[in-house]
């Protein structure tokens, strides 16, 4: 095998040391999902009965109207998720609805299909690397599609209170929730795997750019990151309770944002040193960083707020 190269050879991105407050997305309603792209920069709010698109000239004010608006066929469809696809040629969203909707965002933003889900609640989704296979959780099952075909290949029972969350690392995917474990599955047999008992009530899983690691938002504000394949676990200790947790890896990879409560901060990744924080008026409810590491979106109950972040 290889020798590991020395840290001090190894050209690393650098990570922000702040952030500035852009602009302010007027979505009119609570934004409970938000996406952004990067080339170029659209963002996608998402809430009760619709999305707004807005693109790049309205990132850096407060006033200005969306590009468009995505209505949903029943205005009481209530999206808690969404997924953009690597291409940025496509999002998902699932939440309090009869399937998941698949929007086709160029060259004319429309609804491609709707993927007709069995459970009255998708909590949160997940897509491949190779936005192949979609993943959504519903209490107590897993739906796995076939997205590229709108095929349900398989719906998976997992625990009843251990399915709020759910993400993908190549051939294994993670759920996690009220049960206080962490869970994962292999893709190809359906069987479990492995079990992390985190002793506080999962809020949030995602992993990192080369799927190595996997962050976990805990209840108690805690962040824990565990390495996908080997045992390793690490802990940020805040012990300051939390109702939503959010986390979001840079496509870098040595850095990731947080957001508990109306805190928002960054920190440097797997060291969890931290860069920076800020604090917002609400709660945030979601979160999202640009491919291009330039803009971190947040989003809650009074509309979204840009970040560019500083480096």
Not at 30 to 54: E, M
Not at 55 to 68: G, Y
Not at 126 to 143: P, R, T
Request: proline share 5%.
């Amino acid at each position: 095998p290889q020798p590991p190269v020395p840290d001090e050879v190894v050209v690393k991105p650098k990570a922000p040391c702040n952030l500035w407050r852009a602009g302010t997305l007027q979505h009119g309603k609570q934004v409970n999902a938000i996406a952004i792209s990067s080339a170029p920069h659209h963002v996608y709010t998402c809430g009760t009965g619709y999305i707004r698109i807005w693109d790049e000239s309205t990132l850096c004010a407060s006033d200005k109207a969306p590009q468009a608006q995505l209505n949903f066929q029943d205005p009481r469809t209530r999206v808690l998720t969404c997924k953009l696809f690597p291409d940025e040629q496509s999002l998902i969203t699932g939440g309090v609805a009869q399937a998941l909707t698949l929007w086709d965002l160029a060259p004319t933003p429309q609804i491609k299909a709707q993927l007709a889900s069995s459970g009255p609640v998708c909590y949160s989704l997940a897509l491949s690397s190779d936005a192949h296979i979609c993943l959504a959780s519903f209490k107590g099952f897993v739906e796995i599609w076939d997205v590229q075909n709108q095929i349900l290949i398989r719906k998976l029972e997992v625990p009843s209170y251990g399915s709020r969350c759910v993400d993908i690392t190549g051939h294994k995917f993670w759920t996690g929730g009220e049960d206080t474990k962490l869970y994962s599955w292999d893709l190809r047999s359906y069987q479990r795997l492995q079990q992390h008992n985190l002793r506080n009530e999962i809020l949030s899983i995602s992993h990192d750019p080369s799927e190595e690691w996997v962050l976990v938002g805990l209840k108690m504000s805690d962040i824990v990151i565990v390495h996908a394949h080997r045992g390793e676990k690490f802990k940020a200790l805040v012990q300051k309770y939390t109702q939503h947790h959010n986390l979001k890896f840079a496509s870098c990879g040595n850095y990731f944002v947080s957001t508990r409560n109306e805190t928002v901060q960054c920190f440097a990744a797997p060291s969890l040193q931290k860069l920076f924080q800020t604090k917002e008026y609400y709660d945030v409810l979601c979160c999202d960083m640009s491919p291009d590491n330039q803009y971190l979106v947040t989003g809650s109950r009074d509309g979204a707020r840009v970040y560019q972040l500083l480096y």
